[in-house]
């Protein structure tokens, strides 16, 4: 064998062959793969090895404790979900679908951040000058001191940032901007985290903070913003249906604060706007009581939100039933309806379903899976559920309702809120309500209750 052993890598996903080849056999892109030479990069990290230090290892019992600088954004939504403000020095990804409102919210901060000597910068490799004029005459932003830079180059970026020394620096968005020491497009994992880690470096090195922005798509999965969470300070993102006007800012990692928090804003004509009374955003009090529809709560980080569960049942025209969910996870309906069939003995074999969250909201939660169950069932006999009685309980596979976490605080909120009723899973609860509260232990004592 020759001593000299070759590598050939794909640039494009990054995997390696030992044999040269057309098409990559991992990504199945064409043209991708180059010869990289591998002693070489052995002889390398050889010379690395060498290179440490004994004097770079610290106790960690001298470091006294940090406290952080934080720039403070002075709206409450979003302050809490950085964690008491922006970390400087630190790097964020906020993350989103397109048009969700990430590069409204860019410009939100740096309203929010005016005034002072620092200048704030703002890179866009999407749009122009004009646009991003126009966009802040609808959030009636007149700039003193934002600069503004049209550029796709990271390493013109960060010549800029280390230039100006920004407040805050946002770059919208990591899928538009490329490295000249990476060879492919723009907007491809290699390059994507080619740019962030040089980011990162201007970043920390002079301590500002930086905010990037990335799309994600419908599933969330597309190699962009997910691929490069590890490398980032932060990762927040911002959620919502497009044609409803709440978004959620809600944090999935945070090294300088929780990830239990979300915030909630309104996308308005003026731009994205606290809402005053959160939980009760995704209420809607016109309603009146129709079959199919009962309240619940969910919970999001530390808070508690209701919602409006509303289910259609009728009669399956033609073929297998249909399921269709808005706003909930198809196949969880589905077991639900098979628990509803074979626990309570509810005829859904011959009848179409149709669930919707109203408000646009996505909810995982298992709590609302009692709600879903009663709407159904409120719905196939046409029997209207009142609309002050909140359901709560995630319902299991032998049609037992188990117990939700933060399940006292959900109850105290609904009190709090005037709700009236609340129907729960049997367990002990250790303070007293003036709500009333009825307690069931299985899915056939719903239908009575
Ligand atoms: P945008 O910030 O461009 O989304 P992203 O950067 O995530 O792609 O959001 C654009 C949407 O927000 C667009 O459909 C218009 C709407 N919008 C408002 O409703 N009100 C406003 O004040 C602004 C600036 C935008
Ligand atoms: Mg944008």
Redesign the pocket.
Known sequence: MSKHQTIFSCYKCGAQFPKWSGQCFECQAWGTIKEGEENAKKQESKKAKKLFNTENLIDINKVSNEHFDRLKIKMREIDTVFGGGIVKGSITLIG????????????QLFKQLEGGEEALLYISG??SASQIKL?MD??DYSAKNLKFLSETNVEQIQAAIETVKPKLAII??IQTIHSNQVESEPGNVAQIRACTVKLMEVAKQNNIPVII?G?VTKDGSVAGPKTLEHLVDTVLY?EGD?LH?YRILRSTKNRFGSTNEVGILE??????QEVEDPSKAFLDSSTQNTAGSVISCFAEGNRVFFCEVQALVSPTIFGYPQRKTAGYDLNRLQMISAVLLKRARLNLTNQDIHLNIVGGFKIKEPAIDLSVALAIYSALKDKPIPKNTVVIGELGLGGEIRSVFNLEKRINEAEKLGFAQVIIPDVKINKDYKIKITRIKEIGELMKV
């Open positions: 989103g679908e397109p048009g969700i409102g990430k590069s409204t919210l860019s410009l999407e749009e966009r609808r959030l919208d968005s922005t799309h911002l497009k006007g996308m308005t004509d003026k731009g994205l």
